[in-house]
């Protein structure tokens, strides 16, 4: 078993994960904000629509080569010529 | 089952990004809005928070990063679906969990949800939950659902890319350095002078004051004056917004809609899908007193009237939000960069905000903790203003006010908003009859709007009492207006419609002595019509 300053690494591994739980708590708690109260801000429409297009062209970024396959717009490959047979 | 691949870094900037946008302070939100409305209703320059709001969102952007790194390297340890159901706890479902609920933290804080339905801790359980059974039963669907949710917010983290800039753009904004409070040199007043008192209590219902009020309330300072004044039963409303109706008032035309500018300068459209056309100081009614010879005192919260009518006033206070998160415009780059740690330490510790205390006097109140009680006071017992306008934020729900013990808190119903509304009307009235000009002031009472229920129905603060005091949910639209001219000591009700927006030309013709009693007023409310 791997020992990492006197502890296994699954126990190492454990304590880990009970700090992230700790840490999870805690900005939970802060996250418990007191509710406002007011009106919508009429910008907060085209906000979304900024942040839904961003996603929506970072989605095509990533995708780009299986979007590509998809529609069959792959590179064609150029006939090798005859006398390289 | 083996171990989630380790994604590259870039992947991983890109997802800590992601989750950074759902972490950040909700004020984000505000400073990257195109309607600029945040920065028209605070006090400015917001410069150093919007720099370090940029700051913020590129270091949690880093820690978030770190943090998915380390989630990774922990589910390393764990190859096989056994060890995996072995696991302390579903740590993909806490994170997601987390996220949620700081998402919508942030989205409360910038106001775009306000529903008591939907809050941080049923954010939270409606992600983890899921997530949690989904590990129990099949960690190989839990496992798709932790991809497709860390492909989401990857997706998310797009944003970053024009956030950043555009936070950085924004933090340049030549932006004016607001004084909250003014009062002009003016010379020494010797004899006692006309005076008008323009008391503005925002969303005042004429429903719920006089014609259905609620079974027991008390309002004995709204009904002496009633009791002494012209009292108009059925104002046409402008409009529903403060930031729309006040404005519209003081300049003589209707508005439709309110916006700021990067400067934080107002800019209002007349008509829906009208062009936008900046605020001018000089064509509202305070410009037009100072032409009289009056001088010119305003307050009130929400609106930045020292800001916007700085030209035009003597005598100004205003009270705007406080920044959320413990952000000022005081502090430094780095002072706003830190101030969201401090104020998430508050949260965690229960510390609260606590009011100003009243000044120690023989006439002080408890509702002088309340700013523009305060400075209200203070405005109607300086002689020296002739027009003195004051925007008080009561009966505005949420309720804050305790009826049975006087004391301001946390919560109430509308109802006790409009006793406390009825007791600060007792101090300003109380105040004015001490002025040497208290027989020759004519005071108007009014506000911009009618209690929305259609607003406030279902949001954070609405009481049972709200709901038996509305008839269930019942809209009356008509606001309040009453005038009591010096000497009148009997009501007067008319009952014909009366527009709200012709309190611009009412208040005008009493400047100029074409209004100056019942008659003159009785005939000027026929031709509104």
């Given at each position: 078993m791997t020992m990492v300053a006197g502890l296994s690494v699954k126990t190492l591994s454990r304590i880990a994960l009970a700090g992230f739980a700790v840490f999870e708590f805690l900005v939970l708690l802060a996250a418990f904000t007191k509710p406002a109260y007011g009106y919508v801000d009429p910008g907060s429409g085209l906000l979304a629509v900024q942040v839904g297009g961003s996603m929506l062209a970072g989605g095509l970024f990533i995708l780009r080569t299986k979007i590509r396959k998809l529609l069959r717009m792959a590179p064609k490959t150029e006939p090798k010529p005859e006398s390289d047979k | 089952m083996t171990s989630l691949p380790r994604t590259p870094w870039s992947r991983s900037w890109l997802e800590g990004a992601g989750a950074a946008i759902l972490l950040a302070p909700g004020l984000l939100w505000l400073q990257l809005s195109q309607s600029h409305v945040d920065a028209f209703h605070r006090l400015l320059p917001l410069t150093t928070v919007t720099r370090a709001l940029a700051v913020d969102l590129a270091l949690l952007s880093l820690a978030s990063m770190l943090v998915i790194r380390g989630l990774e390297a922990q589910g390393a340890?764990?190859?096989t679906i056994a060890a995996r159901r072995s696991v302390p706890v579903p740590v993909w479902a806490m994170w997601f969990g987390l996220l949620a609920a700081r998402a919508v933290a942030g989205m409360i804080v910038a106001q775009v949800l306000w529903w008591q339905q939907i809050t941080t801790a049923r954010a939270f359980l409606l992600v983890a939950i899921p997530l949690t059974i989904l590990w129990l039963t099949s960690v190989r669907g839990y496992d798709y659902a932790v991809r497709a949710l860390r492909f989401v917010v990857l997706l998310a983290g797009f944003c970053i890319l024009w956030m950043i800039p555009a936070l950085i753009v924004a933090s340049f904004a030549h932006q004016p350095h607001d004084e909250a409070q003014f009062r002009k040199p003016l010379p020494a007043v010797n004899a006692p002078h006309r005076r008008i008192v323009w008391l503005l209590f925002d969303e005042m219902s004429y429903d719920q004051t006089?014609?259905?009020?609620?079974?027991?309330?008390?309002l004995p300072n709204l009904d002496a004056l009633h009791a002494q004044s012209v009292t108009f039963s059925d104002v046409q409303p402008d409009g529903f917004y403060t930031e729309d109706v006040i404005p519209s008032m003081f300049l003589g035309k209707p508005i439709n809609d309110v916006r700021g500018t990067a400067a934080g300068w107002m800019i209002y459209q007349s008509v829906p899908n009208g062009s936008w056309q900046p605020f001018d100081g000089n064509q509202t009614l305070f410009a037009d007193a100072q032409r009289d010879g009056w001088t010119t005192g305003a307050l009130g919260e929400y609106n930045p009237y020292c800001r916007i009518l700085k030209d035009q006033l003597d005598s100004c206070w205003m009270g705007m939000p406080p920044l959320p998160d413990h952000f000022s415009r005081d502090k430094s780059t780095l002072g706003n960069v830190i101030a969201p740690i401090a104020a998430d330490l508050d949260r965690i510790a229960g510390h609260r905000a606590r009011l100003q205390a009243p000044a120690a006097s023989p006439d002080a109140s408890p509702l002088d903790a309340l700013g523009p009680v305060r400075h209200g006071r203070a405005l109607i017992g300086d002689e020296a203003i002739d027009l003195c306008f004051l925007h008080l934020p009561m009966p505005h729900p949420p309720g804050s006010y305790d009826r049975k013990t006087g004391r301001i808190g946390a919560s109430g119903s509308y109802i006790d908003n409009l006793a406390m509304a009825d007791r600060v009307l007792g101090l300003l009235m109380a105040d004015l009859a001490k002025t040497g000009d208290a027989q020759q002031t004519t005071v108007i009472l009014s506000s911009d709007?009618?209690?929305?229920v259609w607003l406030w129905r279902n949001t954070f603060g609405w009481t049972r009492e709200d709901e038996l005091a509305s008839g269930h949910g019942h809209f009356d639209p008509r606001p309040m207006l009453m005038i009591r001219f010096p000497g009148q000591n009997a009501p007067q009700e008319i009952s014909h419609p009366v527009p709200l927006l012709g309190m611009h030309d009412l208040i005008e013709q009493m400047m100029t002595g074409q209004i100056e009693n019942q008659q003159q007023l009785d005939a000027w409310a026929a031709q509104q019509q």
């Open positions: - | 340890h764990y190859t006089f014609a259905h009020r609620w079974p027991g309330l008390d709007h009618s209690w929305r």
